[in-house]
């Protein structure tokens, strides 16, 4: 049976680059993974205040993503590091305390840009934040893909071929990862 991904897009932008690789990563993860994307954009800024009457959108992030298998987050870079979007919704999955909805799930991170850096920075900015929330994060391959503005093309394929067989190959070893370190 497939395994449940949550999917974390780091980016509100309505023709946003990662979202597209998001979409066109979820024929390339079948038939081991069911990828749904979570949204993240209605997220109030956290803040401990809130918390004793949390907004209904809060709840209901923390309802969606607390029943996947995995986390899968595709980000862009933000000044060398994790897009504050991005670092809100973690922050908010991550409370209240003792209650974290990351905790122990398995998670993949693909990073993008236009730029040739591929978003190195947020990419391991981001792992940081795994390390602490508990999430086994896959290690090899890493993706730090480059040129996201010429990835997906206008049906929303990944257009070219050797791009569309490394993204299959990153999707297919996270789906053994999950098998590896999941709950069952
Ligand atoms: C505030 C801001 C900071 C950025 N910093 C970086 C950066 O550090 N590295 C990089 O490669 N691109 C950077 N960019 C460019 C983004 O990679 C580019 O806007 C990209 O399209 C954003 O991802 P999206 O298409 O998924 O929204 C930055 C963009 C913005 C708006």
Redo the contacts with the bound molecule.
């Keep these: 049976m497939a395994r449940n991904v949550a999917v974390i897009?780091?980016?509100?932008?309505k023709?946003?680059?990662?979202?597209k690789l998001a979409n066109a990563l979820i024929p390339l993860s079948k038939p081991a993974l069911d990828l749904k994307l979570i949204e993240i954009a209605d997220l109030q800024l956290y803040s401990e205040d809130t918390e004793k009457n949390p907004p209904r959108e809060w709840i209901a992030f923390r309802d969606a993503v607390r029943p996947a298998d995995a986390v899968l987050f595709v980000?862009?870079?933000?000044?060398?590091?994790v897009?504050g979007c991005l670092k809100n919704a973690i922050d908010v999955g991550s409370r209240p305390y003792g209650s974290s909805v990351w905790s122990g799930k398995p998670a993949c991170v693909i990073s993008?840009?236009?730029?040739n850096?591929?978003?190195f920075?947020?990419n391991h900015h981001l792992r940081q934040s795994l390390v602490f929330l508990d999430m086994p994060v896959l290690q090899q391959p890493e993706a730090y893909i480059a040129g996201?503005?010429k990835l997906v093309n206008d049906k929303g394929e990944i257009e070219e071929q050797a791009k569309r067989d490394f993204l299959t190959k990153i999707m297919q070893t996270f789906a053994g990862w999950i098998e590896k370190t999941a709950s069952k």
């Design positions: 897009i780091g980016s509100l932008r023709e946003s680059f990662s979202r980000t862009p870079e933000y000044n060398r590091s897009p993008n840009s236009p730029g850096i591929g978003g920075g947020a996201a503005n």
